[in-house]
Protein backbone atom coordinates (compact mmCIF):
# COMPACT_ATOMS: atom_id res chain seq x y z
CA UNK A 1 0.00 0.00 0.00
CA UNK A 2 1.01 3.65 -0.05
CA UNK A 3 -0.58 6.25 1.96
CA UNK A 4 -2.84 8.84 0.73
CA UNK A 5 -2.96 8.01 -2.99
CA UNK A 6 -3.64 10.39 -5.55
CA UNK A 7 -7.17 10.14 -7.05
CA UNK A 8 -5.80 10.40 -11.05
CA UNK A 9 -8.13 11.61 -13.59
CA UNK A 10 -10.74 9.66 -14.90
CA UNK A 11 -10.28 6.74 -12.82
CA UNK A 12 -6.56 6.11 -14.15
CA UNK A 13 -5.14 3.75 -11.93
CA UNK A 14 -1.71 4.85 -12.48
CA UNK A 15 0.22 8.31 -13.36
CA UNK A 16 2.74 7.42 -15.90
CA UNK A 17 5.76 9.74 -16.95
CA UNK A 18 8.70 8.78 -18.71
CA UNK A 19 10.63 11.69 -18.43
CA UNK A 20 13.92 12.56 -20.40
CA UNK A 21 17.62 13.94 -18.69
CA UNK A 22 19.00 15.50 -22.54
CA UNK A 23 22.52 16.20 -20.79
CA UNK A 24 24.12 15.59 -24.74
CA UNK A 25 27.64 16.65 -24.15
CA UNK A 26 27.48 18.92 -21.19
CA UNK A 27 28.84 16.12 -18.87
CA UNK A 28 32.34 15.62 -20.37
CA UNK A 29 32.79 19.59 -20.62
CA UNK A 30 31.92 20.21 -17.24
CA UNK A 31 33.45 17.16 -15.97
CA UNK A 32 37.47 18.32 -18.31
CA UNK A 33 36.73 21.81 -19.09
CA UNK A 34 40.24 22.30 -19.83
CA UNK A 35 40.66 19.41 -22.86
CA UNK A 36 36.65 18.64 -23.28
CA UNK A 37 36.70 19.85 -26.61
CA UNK A 38 39.45 17.53 -27.96
CA UNK A 39 37.63 14.52 -26.29
CA UNK A 40 35.91 13.38 -29.35
CA UNK A 41 34.82 10.15 -28.56
CA UNK A 42 32.40 11.16 -25.38
CA UNK A 43 31.11 14.39 -27.25
CA UNK A 44 29.76 12.08 -30.01
CA UNK A 45 28.59 9.62 -27.29
CA UNK A 46 27.00 12.67 -26.06
CA UNK A 47 25.88 13.85 -29.14
CA UNK A 48 24.15 11.03 -30.04
CA UNK A 49 21.07 11.98 -27.54
CA UNK A 50 20.11 15.57 -29.95
CA UNK A 51 20.48 14.16 -33.24
CA UNK A 52 19.87 10.74 -33.05
CA UNK A 53 17.91 9.73 -30.24
CA UNK A 54 15.34 12.74 -30.23
CA UNK A 55 14.08 12.74 -33.12
CA UNK A 56 13.32 8.54 -32.43
CA UNK A 57 11.29 9.31 -29.34
CA UNK A 58 9.58 11.88 -30.49
CA UNK A 59 8.19 10.22 -33.21
CA UNK A 60 7.39 7.42 -31.12
CA UNK A 61 5.38 9.78 -28.49
CA UNK A 62 3.76 11.21 -31.89
CA UNK A 63 2.68 7.69 -32.84
CA UNK A 64 1.22 7.33 -29.24
CA UNK A 65 -0.04 10.85 -28.79
CA UNK A 66 1.94 11.33 -25.60
CA UNK A 67 2.85 13.99 -24.22
CA UNK A 68 5.90 14.36 -21.87
CA UNK A 69 8.66 16.57 -19.96
CA UNK A 70 12.42 16.66 -21.14
CA UNK A 71 15.24 17.90 -18.59
CA UNK A 72 17.84 19.97 -20.34
CA UNK A 73 21.02 21.75 -19.34
CA UNK A 74 21.25 25.58 -20.76
CA UNK A 75 23.86 25.06 -22.52
CA UNK A 76 22.41 22.06 -24.38
CA UNK A 77 19.51 24.11 -25.48
CA UNK A 78 21.74 27.20 -26.69
CA UNK A 79 24.19 24.04 -28.87
CA UNK A 80 20.78 22.51 -29.96
CA UNK A 81 18.29 24.82 -30.26
CA UNK A 82 16.14 22.91 -33.26
CA UNK A 83 15.70 19.75 -30.96
CA UNK A 84 14.57 22.02 -28.30
CA UNK A 85 11.79 23.94 -30.82
CA UNK A 86 11.00 20.21 -32.04
CA UNK A 87 10.30 18.97 -28.47
CA UNK A 88 8.03 22.49 -27.48
CA UNK A 89 6.41 21.88 -31.32
CA UNK A 90 4.99 18.63 -30.08
CA UNK A 91 3.39 19.52 -26.53
CA UNK A 92 6.37 18.52 -24.62
CA UNK A 93 7.44 20.39 -21.36
CA UNK A 94 11.38 21.28 -21.13
CA UNK A 95 12.20 21.85 -17.69
CA UNK A 96 15.10 23.53 -15.63
CA UNK A 97 18.40 21.36 -15.55
CA UNK A 98 21.53 23.26 -14.17
CA UNK A 99 23.10 25.65 -16.94
CA UNK A 100 25.95 23.02 -18.08
CA UNK A 101 24.56 20.21 -15.76
CA UNK A 102 26.92 21.84 -12.88
CA UNK A 103 26.56 19.63 -9.23
CA UNK A 104 24.70 21.72 -6.76
CA UNK A 105 27.03 20.38 -4.18
CA UNK A 106 30.23 21.65 -6.13
CA UNK A 107 29.05 25.18 -6.86
CA UNK A 108 27.30 25.90 -3.25
CA UNK A 109 26.33 29.77 -3.18
CA UNK A 110 27.01 30.59 -6.76
CA UNK A 111 24.14 28.40 -7.50
CA UNK A 112 22.59 31.93 -8.06
CA UNK A 113 24.33 32.67 -11.18
CA UNK A 114 24.29 29.68 -12.29
CA UNK A 115 20.36 29.10 -11.90
CA UNK A 116 19.66 32.52 -13.29
CA UNK A 117 21.57 32.67 -16.10
CA UNK A 118 19.60 29.27 -17.28
CA UNK A 119 16.77 30.88 -16.74
CA UNK A 120 17.54 33.49 -18.89
CA UNK A 121 18.52 30.97 -21.69
CA UNK A 122 15.18 29.22 -21.60
CA UNK A 123 13.39 32.71 -22.03
CA UNK A 124 15.76 33.28 -25.39
CA UNK A 125 15.40 30.12 -26.30
CA UNK A 126 12.37 28.34 -25.57
CA UNK A 127 9.90 31.66 -24.82
CA UNK A 128 9.36 30.42 -21.67
CA UNK A 129 10.05 30.24 -18.16
CA UNK A 130 10.36 26.44 -17.18
CA UNK A 131 7.87 25.55 -14.35
CA UNK A 132 9.96 22.67 -12.98
CA UNK A 133 13.83 21.62 -12.25
CA UNK A 134 15.58 18.48 -11.84
CA UNK A 135 18.90 19.07 -10.17
CA UNK A 136 22.17 17.68 -12.26
CA UNK A 137 23.25 14.33 -10.54
CA UNK A 138 20.41 15.08 -7.97
CA UNK A 139 22.31 17.08 -6.01
CA UNK A 140 19.35 19.53 -4.87
CA UNK A 141 20.32 21.98 -2.22
CA UNK A 142 18.71 24.59 0.12
CA UNK A 143 20.08 27.11 -2.23
CA UNK A 144 18.44 25.84 -5.18
CA UNK A 145 15.12 24.86 -3.27
CA UNK A 146 14.76 28.36 -2.46
CA UNK A 147 16.03 30.02 -5.83
CA UNK A 148 13.00 28.09 -7.41
CA UNK A 149 10.48 29.48 -5.04
CA UNK A 150 12.07 32.95 -5.31
CA UNK A 151 11.75 32.12 -9.23
CA UNK A 152 8.32 31.28 -8.85
CA UNK A 153 8.87 27.67 -10.07
CA UNK A 154 6.23 25.20 -8.96
CA UNK A 155 7.84 21.39 -8.68
CA UNK A 156 11.16 19.92 -7.61
CA UNK A 157 11.88 16.11 -9.30
CA UNK A 158 15.43 15.12 -7.39
CA UNK A 159 14.46 13.84 -4.30
CA UNK A 160 13.40 10.55 -2.62
CA UNK A 161 11.12 10.90 -0.15
CA UNK A 162 7.95 9.39 -0.70
CA UNK A 163 6.36 6.81 -3.36
CA UNK A 164 3.97 9.49 -5.15
CA UNK A 165 4.31 13.25 -5.61
CA UNK A 166 4.22 15.12 -2.72
CA UNK A 167 4.68 18.68 -1.09
CA UNK A 168 8.23 20.57 -0.10
CA UNK A 169 7.45 23.15 2.59
CA UNK A 170 10.54 26.26 3.49
CA UNK A 171 9.81 29.79 5.22
CA UNK A 172 10.09 30.81 2.13
CA UNK A 173 6.84 28.90 0.25
CA UNK A 174 6.63 25.13 -1.21
CA UNK A 175 6.76 23.69 -3.81
CA UNK A 176 5.95 20.33 -5.51
CA UNK A 177 8.13 17.38 -5.16
CA UNK A 178 7.90 14.47 -8.23
CA UNK A 179 9.97 12.06 -6.30
CA UNK A 180 13.03 10.06 -8.12
CA UNK A 181 14.77 6.99 -7.19
CA UNK A 182 17.77 5.20 -8.72
CA UNK A 183 15.65 2.28 -9.23
CA UNK A 184 13.66 3.56 -12.03
CA UNK A 185 17.16 5.48 -13.54
CA UNK A 186 18.86 4.20 -16.52
CA UNK A 187 22.17 5.79 -15.06
CA UNK A 188 23.18 2.36 -13.30
CA UNK A 189 22.11 0.36 -15.82
CA UNK A 190 23.80 1.76 -18.72
CA UNK A 191 26.47 3.90 -18.48
CA UNK A 192 29.74 3.14 -18.84
CA UNK A 193 31.81 6.57 -18.84
CA UNK A 194 34.95 6.48 -17.80
CA UNK A 195 35.98 10.19 -18.46
CA UNK A 196 33.52 11.28 -15.49
CA UNK A 197 34.07 8.66 -13.37
CA UNK A 198 31.57 5.48 -14.13
CA UNK A 199 32.71 2.13 -15.25
CA UNK A 200 29.02 0.50 -14.32
CA UNK A 201 28.47 -3.54 -15.95
CA UNK A 202 25.99 -2.17 -19.04
CA UNK A 203 23.11 -4.36 -18.82
CA UNK A 204 21.31 -6.25 -21.84
CA UNK A 205 18.34 -4.41 -22.82
CA UNK A 206 15.56 -6.47 -21.61
CA UNK A 207 17.87 -7.54 -18.37
CA UNK A 208 18.61 -3.30 -17.68
CA UNK A 209 14.58 -2.58 -18.03
CA UNK A 210 12.94 -5.40 -16.66
CA UNK A 211 13.86 -3.91 -13.57
CA UNK A 212 11.39 -0.63 -14.35
CA UNK A 213 8.82 -2.27 -15.64
CA UNK A 214 8.30 -4.59 -11.44
CA UNK A 215 8.66 -0.93 -10.31
CA UNK A 216 5.74 -0.13 -12.18
CA UNK A 217 3.48 -3.39 -11.54
CA UNK A 218 3.80 -2.34 -8.07
CA UNK A 219 2.62 0.91 -8.35
CA UNK A 220 0.16 0.10 -10.57
CA UNK A 221 -1.19 -2.07 -7.85
CA UNK A 222 -0.94 0.54 -5.42
CA UNK A 223 -2.65 3.35 -7.49
CA UNK A 224 0.60 4.98 -7.64
CA UNK A 225 3.00 6.81 -9.86
CA UNK A 226 5.48 5.46 -11.87
CA UNK A 227 8.70 7.79 -13.66
CA UNK A 228 11.32 6.86 -15.67
CA UNK A 229 14.57 9.07 -14.99
CA UNK A 230 16.08 7.95 -18.44
CA UNK A 231 18.97 9.70 -20.86
CA UNK A 232 18.50 9.81 -24.64
CA UNK A 233 22.08 8.76 -25.52
CA UNK A 234 20.95 5.76 -23.05
CA UNK A 235 17.90 4.80 -23.73
CA UNK A 236 17.39 6.07 -26.33
CA UNK A 237 19.82 3.37 -28.05
CA UNK A 238 18.04 1.32 -30.81
CA UNK A 239 17.87 -1.93 -28.95
CA UNK A 240 16.38 -0.07 -25.41
CA UNK A 241 14.21 1.88 -27.29
CA UNK A 242 12.26 -0.45 -29.12
CA UNK A 243 11.64 -2.37 -25.87
CA UNK A 244 10.20 0.94 -24.34
CA UNK A 245 8.01 1.28 -27.40
CA UNK A 246 6.93 -2.10 -26.93
CA UNK A 247 6.38 -1.60 -23.05
CA UNK A 248 3.97 1.71 -24.30
CA UNK A 249 2.32 0.15 -26.97
CA UNK A 250 1.06 -3.11 -23.98
CA UNK A 251 0.52 -0.82 -21.33
CA UNK A 252 -1.78 1.40 -23.09
CA UNK A 253 -3.56 -1.64 -24.51
CA UNK A 254 -3.78 -3.21 -21.28
CA UNK A 255 -3.85 -0.82 -18.59
CA UNK A 256 -5.98 2.14 -17.13
CA UNK A 257 -2.79 4.43 -16.95
CA UNK A 258 -2.59 8.42 -17.45
CA UNK A 259 0.55 9.38 -19.01
CA UNK A 260 1.59 12.98 -18.33
CA UNK A 261 3.85 15.48 -18.13
CA UNK A 262 4.78 16.33 -14.44
CA UNK A 263 3.90 20.14 -15.01
CA UNK A 264 0.50 18.55 -15.78
CA UNK A 265 0.58 16.27 -12.57
CA UNK A 266 0.93 19.75 -10.90
CA UNK A 267 -2.09 21.38 -12.53
CA UNK A 268 -3.82 18.31 -10.94
CA UNK A 269 -2.74 18.27 -7.53
CA UNK A 270 -3.88 21.94 -7.26
CA UNK A 271 -7.21 21.18 -8.71
CA UNK A 272 -7.57 18.56 -5.93
CA UNK A 273 -6.30 21.07 -3.47
CA UNK A 274 -9.20 23.52 -4.08
CA UNK A 275 -11.74 21.37 -4.61
CA UNK A 276 -10.75 19.78 -1.16
CA UNK A 277 -10.26 16.07 -2.49
CA UNK A 278 -7.08 15.05 -1.73
CA UNK A 279 -3.90 16.52 0.52
CA UNK A 280 -0.25 15.84 -0.17
CA UNK A 281 1.91 14.54 2.49
CA UNK A 282 4.14 17.57 3.26
CA UNK A 283 8.08 17.52 3.79
CA UNK A 284 9.73 20.19 5.60
CA UNK A 285 12.53 21.94 4.38
CA UNK A 286 15.59 22.58 5.99
CA UNK A 287 15.69 19.10 7.52
CA UNK A 288 18.94 20.60 9.41
CA UNK A 289 20.25 23.94 10.50
CA UNK A 290 23.63 23.11 9.86
CA UNK A 291 26.55 20.30 10.25
CA UNK A 292 25.03 17.74 12.29
CA UNK A 293 28.44 16.87 14.19
CA UNK A 294 29.04 20.02 16.33
CA UNK A 295 32.50 18.55 17.35
CA UNK A 296 35.00 16.02 16.41
CA UNK A 297 34.50 13.02 18.94
CA UNK A 298 37.22 12.30 20.83
ZN1 LIG B 1 21.37 15.18 -16.25
Redesign the pocket.
Known amino acids: MIRNPIPWPNGAKCAVAITF?M?ADSLIHIAKPEDSHDRLYPISMGRYGPMVALPRILDTYRRFELKQSF?IPGWCLETYPDVAEAILKDGHEIGH?GYL?EDPIKTRGQQRTWFERTLDVHQRICGQHPTGYRA?VYNITQEVVDLMIEHGMRYDSSMMGDDIPYQLQTKQGALYEMPVHWGTDDWPLFAHYDEIGYMMPVAGPSHGLSGFWEEFEAQYDAGGFFMLIIHPFLTGRLARWKQVEAWIAKTRETKDVWFATLDEIADHMDNLQKQGLWRPFVDRLPYYDGPILKDTPK
Open positions: DDFHHP
